[in-house]
């Protein structure tokens, strides 16, 4: 399972497809798992890392309504994505230019205009951000 960092700039070709950055993913694997992501983007993971969400999931009540209603959203958005011989993953859903983001586990991928918006937010909150995140931590 990968470790994803960094923001890359892309253009999808004619046909949507995403050259993947090759310092983003050094090996790729056959497939990706694309799952519908949060502040509308893509989220992509490799299978050991698809795998590893799907667990966590599924330790989760069923029987809690919010639980079924986020594994039905995810489990119907879920795509397989091949990686073609030079690299590329193929977007229907996409078109133009792209932000890809490494997330740690997976990566994400933004039009570019709602990353730009997403991002606007995150970096004016930033130090607000990191005290939540510390307040949770003991939590």
């Known amino acids: 399972m990968g470790n994803y960092f960094g923001t890359y700039n892309r253009v999808l070709d004619d046909k949507h497809r995403l050259q993947l950055p090759s310092k983003l993913v050094g090996e790729l694997p056959a497939r ?6 949060h502040e509308g983007a893509i989220a992509v993971f490799e299978e050991n890392g698809f795998k590893a969400f799907l667990e966590d999931l599924k330790k989760r009540s069923y029987l809690d309504r919010e639980v079924r209603a986020y594994t039905r959203a995810v489990t119907a ?44 937010d995150s970096v004016m909150r930033f130090d607000e951000l990191a ?3 510390a307040d949770h931590e003991g939590k």
Request: aromatic letters at 10%; charged letters at 25%; glycine letters at 8%.
């Open 32 to 37: 990706f798992y694309a799952i519908k992501g």
């Open 131 to 133: 005290q939540t995140i």
């Open 77 to 120: 958005s879920t795509n397989i994505l091949d990686v073609d011989s030079h690299g590329r993953i193929s977007l229907p859903s996409l078109e133009g230019e792209v932000v890809v983001i490494g997330v740690i586990d997976h990566f994400e991928i933004f039009s570019k205009e709602n990353y730009e918006e997403v991002m606007k």
